[in-house]
């Protein structure tokens, strides 16, 4: 198997997609976390990954943040539970969502304080469909305000 250093890049893997690229949804948990869960959606909708639907899951914020996500629903759906359903409830409840779809190829999990890196929906993508017999597909997790820190 080849390292991340040795994938294609920027241009060689956007022409791997170019056509009719796989539709991934991603779906984001949010609790309490207004800034958080935007600067996420934000990084998602800026990647630039040409055929992704992403959704929100507000597992029933005390402090206003799912409601001002709902308000501002542009570019994503949203969902909003009337408790906290918990972690894994709430994604699950994402997930069946984005699974509705029958377009949706992948389903992409990203914890609301995460941002995603530009290329890394490329990367995955392809090499998802490169090698078939991949089940999942992660990437490095770098700690935040540092980088270069895994």
């Keep these: 198997m080849k ?12 022409a791997q997609l170019q ?3 796989p ?3 991603a779906v984001i948990l949010n609790w309490n976390g207004y800034e ?22 507000d597992n029933a914020s005390a402090d ?10 542009d570019g994503y759906q ?4 009337d408790h906290n359903a918990g972690f894994a409830r709430g994604c699950n409840l994402g997930i069946r969502r984005a699974l509705e779809d029958s377009a949706c190829a992948y389903v992409l999990l990203i914890n ?3 941002t995603l890196a ?8 392809s090499r998802a469909e490169r090698l078939p017999t991949i089940g999942l597909v992660g990437g490095k997790i770098l700690h935040s305000p540092e980088r270069r820190t895994i």
């Design 3 to 14: 390292n991340a250093k040795s994938l294609p890049s920027g241009p060689a893997v956007a």
């Design 19 to 21: 056509g009719n690229p």
């Design 23 to 25: 539709r991934v949804s």
């Design 36 to 57: 958080d869960t935007r600067r996420c959606i934000d990084s998602l909708l800026g990647s630039g990954y040409p055929n992704l639907q992403v959704i929100v899951v």
């Design 64 to 73: 206003g943040s799912g409601a001002r996500l709902a308000a501002e629903t």
């Design 78 to 81: 949203m969902m909003c539970n």
């Design 112 to 114: 609301n304080d995460s």
């Design 118 to 125: 530009a290329g890394a929906l490329e990367h995955a993508v």
